[in-house]
């Protein structure tokens, strides 16, 4: 059984930045691609990053791209969202999320994403 716990979130001005983590309790963690979504009330959940196994590559939503960055830690099962010069409009829950199909290929497509943490709240002030 995997089980993916996400931490980190929490209350930031607008133009901060915080650090999400996602320690995931799977043996093969290194051998899956691992993504970040969030979702905002009355919203669809939208993919946010993904990486491969790796490190190597990785695939961000352009509303994103310059101001987050995925990482993971293979030894430590984990893998972390650094979020900088947050907006209002990245207020969110994000979630971490597991896919078993994929190790070279981050995909944005929320539907190959097997397993999917609780969330953790991410709330930015103006």
């Known amino acids: 059984q995997v089980q993916l716990v996400e931490s980190g979130g929490g209350l930031v001005h607008a133009g901060g930045s915080l650090r999400l983590s996602c320690a995931a309790s799977v043996r093969t963690f290194s051998s899956y691609v691992m993504g970040w979504f969030r979702q905002a009330p009355g919203k669809e959940r939208e993919f946010v990053a993904g990486?491969?196994?790796?490190?190597?590559?990785?695939i961000y939503a352009e509303s994103v791209k310059g101001r987050f960055t995925i990482s993971r830690d293979n030894a430590k099962n984990t893998v972390y969202l650094q979020m900088n010069s947050l907006k209002p409009e990245d207020a969110a829950v994000y979630y971490c999320?597991?896919?078993?199909?994929?190790?070279?290929?981050?995909?944005?497509?929320?539907?190959?994403?097997?397993?999917w943490g609780q969330g953790t709240q991410v709330t930015v002030s103006s």
């Open positions: 999320a597991l896919d078993r199909s994929s190790r070279y290929v981050p995909s944005s497509s929320r539907a190959l994403y097997d397993y």
């Open positions: 990486m491969s196994w790796s490190g190597g590559n990785t």
